[in-house]
Antibody
Framework: EVQLVQSGAEVKKPGESLQISCKGF????????IGWVRQMPGKGLEWMGI????????KYSPSFQGQVTISADKSLGTVYLQWSSLKASDTAMYYC??????????????WGQGTLVTVSP | QSVLTQPPSASGTPGQRVTISCSGS????????VNWYQQLPGTAPKLLIH???QRPSGVPDRFSGSKSGTSASLAISGLQPDDETDYYC???????????FGGGTKLTVL
Protein backbone atom coordinates (compact mmCIF):
# COMPACT_ATOMS: atom_id res chain seq x y z
CA GLU A 1 0.00 0.00 0.00
CA VAL A 2 1.32 3.42 -0.96
CA GLN A 3 1.48 5.60 2.12
CA LEU A 4 2.92 8.91 3.27
CA VAL A 5 3.57 9.20 7.00
CA GLN A 6 4.19 12.62 8.53
CA SER A 7 5.89 13.64 11.76
CA GLY A 8 3.85 14.51 14.84
CA ALA A 9 2.21 17.71 16.00
CA GLU A 10 4.42 20.60 17.06
CA VAL A 11 3.92 23.52 19.45
CA LYS A 12 6.42 26.32 19.01
CA LYS A 13 6.96 29.95 19.97
CA PRO A 14 7.25 32.82 17.48
CA GLY A 15 10.79 33.17 16.17
CA GLU A 16 11.67 29.51 16.68
CA SER A 17 12.75 27.22 13.85
CA LEU A 18 11.01 24.00 12.85
CA GLN A 19 11.36 21.11 10.44
CA ILE A 20 8.55 18.63 9.78
CA SER A 21 8.87 15.48 7.71
CA CYS A 22 7.00 13.21 5.32
CA LYS A 23 8.20 9.64 4.65
CA GLY A 24 7.05 7.53 1.73
CA PHE A 25 6.25 3.81 1.86
CA UNK A 26 5.15 1.24 -0.69
CA UNK A 27 6.57 2.80 -3.86
CA UNK A 28 9.84 3.98 -5.40
CA UNK A 29 10.25 7.24 -3.53
CA UNK A 30 12.57 8.92 -6.01
CA UNK A 31 10.23 8.64 -9.00
CA UNK A 32 7.38 10.91 -7.87
CA UNK A 33 7.20 14.57 -6.96
CA ILE A 34 5.96 15.29 -3.43
CA GLY A 35 3.99 18.44 -2.68
CA TRP A 36 3.20 20.35 0.51
CA VAL A 37 -0.22 21.85 1.19
CA ARG A 38 -1.26 24.23 3.98
CA GLN A 39 -4.67 24.36 5.60
CA MET A 40 -5.15 27.16 8.08
CA PRO A 41 -7.80 26.68 10.79
CA GLY A 42 -11.26 26.59 9.22
CA LYS A 43 -9.89 27.46 5.79
CA GLY A 44 -9.21 25.79 2.44
CA LEU A 45 -6.21 24.09 0.87
CA GLU A 46 -3.18 26.08 -0.35
CA TRP A 47 -0.37 24.64 -2.44
CA MET A 48 3.05 25.55 -1.04
CA GLY A 49 5.54 23.84 -3.30
CA ILE A 50 6.73 20.58 -4.77
CA UNK A 51 10.00 18.64 -4.80
CA UNK A 52 11.41 15.81 -6.92
CA UNK A 53 13.31 13.69 -4.39
CA UNK A 54 15.70 12.14 -6.92
CA UNK A 55 17.47 15.42 -7.71
CA UNK A 56 15.79 17.84 -5.24
CA UNK A 57 14.38 19.98 -8.03
CA UNK A 58 11.94 22.32 -6.23
CA LYS A 59 9.12 24.58 -7.36
CA TYR A 60 7.64 27.00 -4.82
CA SER A 61 4.28 28.70 -4.93
CA PRO A 62 4.93 32.46 -5.21
CA SER A 63 2.94 32.86 -1.99
CA PHE A 64 5.41 30.73 -0.05
CA GLN A 65 8.72 31.46 -1.83
CA GLY A 66 11.17 32.73 0.77
CA GLN A 67 8.84 31.84 3.66
CA VAL A 68 9.65 28.12 3.88
CA THR A 69 12.29 25.69 2.66
CA ILE A 70 11.47 22.33 1.09
CA SER A 71 14.13 19.63 0.97
CA ALA A 72 14.53 15.89 0.56
CA ASP A 73 16.82 13.07 1.66
CA LYS A 74 16.32 10.32 -0.87
CA SER A 75 18.41 7.86 1.11
CA LEU A 76 15.85 8.14 3.90
CA GLY A 77 12.83 8.35 1.57
CA THR A 78 11.81 11.56 3.32
CA VAL A 79 10.93 15.11 2.37
CA TYR A 80 10.98 18.05 4.74
CA LEU A 81 9.30 21.41 5.25
CA GLN A 82 11.30 23.92 7.25
CA TRP A 83 10.81 27.35 8.83
CA SER A 84 13.72 29.44 10.11
CA SER A 85 11.60 31.84 12.14
CA LEU A 86 7.99 30.90 12.83
CA LYS A 87 5.14 33.40 13.05
CA ALA A 88 1.75 33.01 14.68
CA SER A 89 0.26 33.05 11.18
CA ASP A 90 2.11 29.79 10.41
CA THR A 91 -0.35 27.99 12.70
CA ALA A 92 -1.99 25.44 10.43
CA MET A 93 -2.27 21.82 9.40
CA TYR A 94 0.36 20.87 6.84
CA TYR A 95 -0.11 17.97 4.45
CA CYS A 96 2.29 16.25 2.08
CA UNK A 97 0.90 14.50 -0.98
CA UNK A 98 2.37 12.44 -3.80
CA UNK A 99 2.12 14.00 -7.26
CA UNK A 100 1.23 11.34 -9.83
CA UNK A 101 1.51 12.16 -13.53
CA UNK A 102 0.43 9.74 -16.27
CA UNK A 103 -1.45 9.61 -19.56
CA UNK A 104 -4.73 10.33 -17.71
CA UNK A 105 -3.46 13.52 -16.14
CA UNK A 106 -2.06 14.68 -12.82
CA UNK A 107 -3.26 13.70 -9.35
CA UNK A 108 -2.23 14.37 -5.76
CA UNK A 109 -2.62 11.00 -4.08
CA UNK A 110 -2.17 9.71 -1.45
CA TRP A 111 -1.93 12.38 1.21
CA GLY A 112 -0.11 12.17 4.51
CA GLN A 113 -2.15 12.27 7.69
CA GLY A 114 -1.15 15.89 8.31
CA THR A 115 1.09 17.65 10.83
CA LEU A 116 -0.50 20.28 13.04
CA VAL A 117 1.82 23.20 13.74
CA THR A 118 0.80 25.60 16.50
CA VAL A 119 2.77 28.79 17.01
CA SER A 120 1.91 30.63 20.20
CA PRO A 121 3.81 32.88 22.67
CA GLN B 1 -8.92 34.21 -2.88
CA SER B 2 -8.65 30.76 -4.46
CA VAL B 3 -7.66 30.34 -8.11
CA LEU B 4 -10.56 27.95 -8.70
CA THR B 5 -14.07 29.10 -7.80
CA GLN B 6 -16.48 26.84 -5.92
CA PRO B 7 -19.73 27.74 -4.18
CA PRO B 8 -19.06 27.94 -0.43
CA SER B 9 -22.08 25.80 0.37
CA ALA B 10 -24.49 23.30 -1.14
CA SER B 11 -27.34 21.29 0.31
CA GLY B 12 -29.77 18.52 -0.44
CA THR B 13 -32.08 16.02 1.19
CA PRO B 14 -31.36 12.30 1.56
CA GLY B 15 -31.74 10.50 -1.77
CA GLN B 16 -31.47 13.70 -3.77
CA ARG B 17 -28.82 14.53 -6.40
CA VAL B 18 -26.59 17.55 -5.88
CA THR B 19 -23.87 19.10 -8.01
CA ILE B 20 -20.90 21.23 -7.01
CA SER B 21 -19.27 23.43 -9.62
CA CYS B 22 -15.63 24.45 -10.05
CA SER B 23 -14.64 27.27 -12.38
CA GLY B 24 -11.14 28.06 -13.58
CA SER B 25 -9.28 29.30 -16.64
CA UNK B 26 -7.45 28.11 -19.72
CA UNK B 27 -4.17 27.73 -17.81
CA UNK B 28 -5.64 25.28 -15.30
CA UNK B 29 -8.95 23.47 -15.89
CA UNK B 30 -8.93 24.37 -19.59
CA UNK B 31 -5.73 22.42 -20.19
CA UNK B 32 -5.64 19.80 -17.45
CA UNK B 33 -7.76 17.14 -15.80
CA VAL B 34 -9.58 17.88 -12.54
CA ASN B 35 -9.46 16.08 -9.22
CA TRP B 36 -12.10 16.17 -6.50
CA TYR B 37 -11.36 15.56 -2.83
CA GLN B 38 -13.61 14.82 0.11
CA GLN B 39 -12.38 16.02 3.48
CA LEU B 40 -14.06 14.66 6.59
CA PRO B 41 -13.57 16.70 9.79
CA GLY B 42 -10.11 16.26 11.26
CA THR B 43 -8.83 14.09 8.42
CA ALA B 44 -6.70 14.48 5.32
CA PRO B 45 -8.36 15.04 1.94
CA LYS B 46 -9.36 11.80 0.22
CA LEU B 47 -9.32 11.45 -3.57
CA LEU B 48 -12.86 11.09 -4.86
CA ILE B 49 -12.49 11.74 -8.59
CA HIS B 50 -9.35 11.92 -10.73
CA UNK B 51 -8.80 12.60 -14.42
CA UNK B 52 -12.01 14.70 -14.33
CA UNK B 53 -14.37 11.70 -14.35
CA GLN B 54 -12.59 8.61 -12.98
CA ARG B 55 -13.35 7.07 -9.60
CA PRO B 56 -10.56 5.37 -7.64
CA SER B 57 -11.41 1.86 -6.53
CA GLY B 58 -13.60 1.91 -3.45
CA VAL B 59 -15.38 5.17 -4.26
CA PRO B 60 -19.11 4.52 -4.74
CA ASP B 61 -20.57 5.15 -8.19
CA ARG B 62 -22.90 7.69 -6.57
CA PHE B 63 -20.01 10.11 -7.10
CA SER B 64 -19.29 11.30 -10.64
CA GLY B 65 -17.30 14.06 -12.26
CA SER B 66 -17.37 15.97 -15.51
CA LYS B 67 -15.45 18.74 -17.22
CA SER B 68 -16.28 21.14 -20.02
CA GLY B 69 -13.98 23.91 -21.14
CA THR B 70 -12.77 25.79 -18.08
CA SER B 71 -15.35 24.38 -15.66
CA ALA B 72 -15.87 21.10 -13.87
CA SER B 73 -18.59 19.57 -11.73
CA LEU B 74 -18.93 16.94 -9.05
CA ALA B 75 -22.30 15.19 -8.84
CA ILE B 76 -23.46 13.17 -5.86
CA SER B 77 -26.58 11.08 -6.36
CA GLY B 78 -28.57 9.22 -3.73
CA LEU B 79 -27.38 11.70 -1.10
CA GLN B 80 -26.61 10.14 2.29
CA PRO B 81 -26.11 11.76 5.71
CA ASP B 82 -22.44 10.66 5.68
CA ASP B 83 -21.87 12.81 2.57
CA GLU B 84 -22.17 15.91 4.74
CA THR B 85 -18.64 17.33 4.70
CA ASP B 86 -16.26 19.52 2.66
CA TYR B 87 -15.40 18.99 -1.01
CA TYR B 88 -12.49 20.55 -2.95
CA CYS B 89 -11.60 20.66 -6.64
CA UNK B 90 -7.95 20.78 -7.68
CA UNK B 91 -5.94 20.83 -10.87
CA UNK B 92 -2.51 21.70 -12.24
CA UNK B 93 -1.89 25.22 -13.45
CA UNK B 94 0.49 25.49 -16.41
CA UNK B 95 1.24 29.18 -15.83
CA UNK B 96 1.91 28.79 -12.11
CA UNK B 97 3.60 25.41 -12.61
CA UNK B 98 1.85 24.19 -9.53
CA UNK B 99 -1.40 22.97 -8.04
CA UNK B 100 -4.43 25.18 -7.59
CA PHE B 101 -7.44 24.47 -5.42
CA GLY B 102 -11.01 25.63 -5.11
CA GLY B 103 -12.02 27.31 -1.88
CA GLY B 104 -14.07 24.29 -0.86
CA THR B 105 -17.78 23.58 -0.70
CA LYS B 106 -19.49 22.59 2.54
CA LEU B 107 -22.25 20.11 1.73
CA THR B 108 -25.19 19.91 4.13
CA VAL B 109 -27.62 17.00 4.07
CA LEU B 110 -30.90 18.40 5.35
Amino acid sequence: EVQLVQSGAEVKKPGESLQISCKGFGYTFTTHWIGWVRQMPGKGLEWMGIIYPDDSDIKYSPSFQGQVTISADKSLGTVYLQWSSLKASDTAMYYCARHVSNSYGRTLDPWGQGTLVTVSP
Amino acid sequence: QSVLTQPPSASGTPGQRVTISCSGSTSNIGGNTVNWYQQLPGTAPKLLIHSSNQRPSGVPDRFSGSKSGTSASLAISGLQPDDETDYYCATWDDSLFGWVFGGGTKLTVL
